[in-house]
Nanobody, 128 residues
Framework: QVQLVESGGGLVQPGGSLRLSCVAS????????MGWFRRAPGKGREFVAA????????SYRDSVKGRFTLSMDNAKNTVSLQMNSLEQEDTAVYYC?????????????????????WGQGTQVTVSS
């Protein structure tokens, strides 16, 4: 069983920055990938960014490329999302997700069904 705890959300003005963190209770060796998703008011949950624990290049949704940066710390079982140049459209509840190494099926970074553990979410509000 893996537990994920997000932190770092809050209220920020347009153009500002926030850094979200997600700590996983299990060992990183038992997890294959970590992802960030978000759900804006009245909308479905959408992919934001993801990366496998083995390294490589993170993947991002187009609207956050160049503004958001995902980073991982294997020693601390932590994945972070640095969000810069925030826009009102970024307002949402942000969720951390992980895919365990033993999870079946093919991995698609942007698909919710590729992940089998989810955090409770942290609110990000971008408003003047």
């Amino acid at each position: 069983q893996v537990q994920l705890v997000e932190s770092g959300g809050g209220l920020v003005q347009p153009g500002g920055s926030l850094r979200l963190s997600c700590v996983a209770s299990g060992r990183s060796s038992s997890m294959y990938a970590m992802g960030w998703f978000r759900r804006a008011p009245g909308k479905g949950r959408e992919f934001v960014a993801a990366q496998t624990w083995s390294g490589g290049t993170p993947s991002y949704r187009d609207s956050v490329k160049g503004r958001f940066t995902l980073s991982m710390d294997n020693a601390k079982n932590t994945v972070s999302l640095q969000m810069n140049s925030l826009e009102q459209e970024d307002t949402a509840v942000y969720y951390c997700a992980t895919r365990s190494a033993s999870y079946g099926g093919r991995y698609y970074a942007a698909m919710e069904t590729s992940y089998n553990y989810w955090g409770q979410g942290t609110q990000v509000t971008v408003s003047s």
